[in-house]
């Protein structure tokens, strides 16, 4: 692109859009959804992006309750139970006996495989249990 050729649309959506960023709830990949803090007036502002209108929906009022939060909030701490269960499912056939430092790269990364997921997943039933469904 050179200065005489004008900016497209594509071109304004490309410059914002956040390419290889995760959803703030559940990590999936983001769509475009994004909230940006409103009181700064300073680039680059604080944001945020989700994948869904649910999950923006959800972080936005979290973000209101506590918007300066250091601390799991109680869906964490559920999604993080949630996700105990699943990883204790695959430590039973890799066994409890099992140093961690005698783990191979495969058991290793099928654990964080299963952590990241559980949680995801955990993350995303806590989501739409609390909003209420989108009618289009």
């Known amino acids: 692109m ?3 050729t004008p900016i497209t649309a594509e ?8 390419r290889g960023t995760l959803c703030a709830v ?3 990949p983001t769509r475009g959804f994004g909230w940006f803090d409103p009181h700064r007036s300073k ?7 989700f ?3 649910p999950c923006q929906s959800f972080w936005t009022r979290l973000a209101r309750e506590r918007f300066a939060m250091v601390d799991l909030t109680e869906e964490e701490r559920a999604a993080i139970t949630a ?5 204790a499912l695959l430590m039973d056939e890799i066994g409890w006996a099992t140093p961690l430092a005698e783990l191979t790269e495969a058991q290793v990364r099928a654990l964080i495989e299963e952590a990241i997921e559980g949680f995801r997943e955990a993350m995303s039933d806590i989501v ?9």
């Not at 996700?83 to 990883?87: A, H, S």
């Not at 739409?128 to 289009?136: G, N, S």
């Open 2 to 4: 050179t200065a005489s």
């Open 11 to 18: 071109d304004r959506r490309r410059l914002w859009h956040p």
């Open 26 to 28: 559940c990590r999936q």
């Open 43 to 49: 680039r680059p502002r604080q944001s945020a992006w």
């Open 51 to 53: 994948c869904s209108m």
């Open 83 to 87: 996700t105990m269960k699943r990883v």
């Open 128 to 136: 739409r249990a609390h909003t209420p469904e989108v009618p289009f």
